[in-house]
């Protein structure tokens, strides 16, 4: 089959919900490519929206980890999309094919996948669907990442190509924020990857259940268990930082750029444990309607409350001085507290007691003075009681007790 006049078509590559890949030879400039058809039977508005957007998004990338794109077009009432033809196996082929990938290989995928996620990320860029089957391998070993055909541009949030509330991509690899019905962000891709590279090391996701509703519960809720459970093998800095990459929160998670220099050198080979962000799930978790299994609205279980480390008790502790041993611990808080309430009574009414006296003595003198320093001839007697004890009742109510002294003023204290 020749389309559009120019790409003879050969074996078929692989085939998906939106197209189907074939090995094709360009007659024009004479070399291999790979041409993907979007299927006649379901290319309705929004998948011909959304292949579109999958070839502008992929001629927009130009980055060696990213699946070329060197043309499209309309055939025969088809759209297609020419690409660059990569040789080799899918991971997801590798994964069937071996089970697991030991470390050291891992780390390069995960170093060139990150590269190609930074690239796409620096042009505004969301991949979406990051998962074994987009990941390609050359047969050189270089990594290729394809299918950007649910991708959107971070800039243009009115290229919503999905109806509202649907949540499109493969739950197996989707990131909490995602499952809650958030907009997808750069870090989402870093979560997915980081469900890839986990695969890749165990053979198995961090987070599988039956049923997508349930699998989304996990995704938003529940820890993974630690990569080095499954694969003793595994360097703890590498550990450390896939469990980054696993974090709930996307603010806590490494960008792709980071991801891709942690691989790529020798770092992920140590014994250094980087700080990893505690697992917490996101508050307010409500599955959007329509999300991936067809659920409904799905309330998500609270996050417990974090779990404080106890205070550890001082070396020494000084010996008390207090009653002997034997006796109630009770009773001398009990007495102590109460000799406390009686001391700020008896406090209380000194002081009341002694501003009375001062502002007696006060009156004494304005009135008894007739304004010239001394007693006036009609000037009264001032008498001034002194407490000679003040005391204060279990009550709380203040006593006096003794006599006064009686103190003369003005004229009476001349004479």
């Not at 649910?150 to 499952?179: C, N």
């Not at 792709?256 to 917490?280: K, L, M, N, S």
């Not at 009653?323 to 309430?341: E, I, T």
Request: aromatic share 6%.
């Amino acid at each position: 089959m020749l389309v559009a006049d120019r790409y003879r078509l050969g074996e078929l590559l692989g085939r998906g919900g939106m197209g189907e890949v074939w090995e094709a030879q360009d007659e024009v400039l004479g070399r291999q490519v790979a041409v993907k058809l979007l299927l006649g039977d379901e290319a309705d508005e929004s998948a011909a929206s959304r292949f579109r957007l999958e070839a502008q998004t992929a001629a927009r990338l130009n980055h060696p980890q990213v699946v070329a794109v060197y043309d499209f077009g309309a055939w025969d009432g088809r759209f297609y999309l020419v690409m660059e033809l990569v040789r080799g196996p899918s991971l997801a082929q590798e994964l069937a094919a071996r089970g697991t990938l030991d470390p050291a290989r891992v780390a390069r995928i995960a170093a060139q996948a990150a590269s190609g996620l930074a690239a796409a990320h620096r042009q505004g860029v969301v991949h979406r669907d990051v998962k074994p089957g987009n990941l390609m391998l050359d047969a050189d070993g270089t990594l290729k990442i394809g299918d950007f055909g649910i991708a959107r541009f971070v800039d243009e949030t009115s290229t919503a190509l999905t109806r509202v509330g649907q949540i499109v991509g493969t739950s197996t690899y989707l990131a909490p924020e995602r499952a809650l019905g958030r907009m997808a962000g750069p870090a989402s891709d870093v979560y997915a990857l980081g469900c890839v590279i986990y695969q890749l090391l165990a053979g198995q996701p961090p987070f599988w259940a039956d049923s997508p509703t349930a699998l989304l519960y996990l995704h938003v809720d529940a820890a993974p268990v630690p990569p080095r459970q499954h694969r003793a093998d595994l360097p703890p800095a590498f550990e450390s930082c896939l469990l980054r990459m696993l974090a709930k929160r996307p603010e806590e998670r490494p960008a792709a750029e980071e991801v891709a220099q942690w691989f790529g050198g020798t770092a992920w080979q140590g014994d250094a444990r980087p700080a990893v962000p505690v697992a917490a799930p996101l508050v307010a978790p409500f599955v959007s309607p329509g999300a991936v299994g067809g659920a409904g609205p799905v309330p998500m279980p609270a996050a417990a409350p974090p779990v404080r480390p106890p205070v550890p008790a001082p070396a020494h502790r000084p010996a008390p001085v207090s009653a002997p041993v034997s006796a109630p611990v009770s009773a001398p808080v009990r007495r102590g507290r109460k000799d406390v309430r009686k001391s700020k009574t008896l406090g209380i009414a000194v002081a009341g007691a002694v501003a009375f006296v001062v502002a007696a003595a006060i009156g004494a003198w304005a009135f008894g003075s007739g304004g010239g320093g001394g007693a006036g001839p009609s000037g009264p007697a001032v008498q001034q009681v002194v407490p000679a004890e003040v005391t204060a009742s279990p009550s709380g109510d203040v006593r006096k007790g003794g006599h006064g002294k009686r103190a003369k003023s003005g004229r009476e204290s001349d004479d």
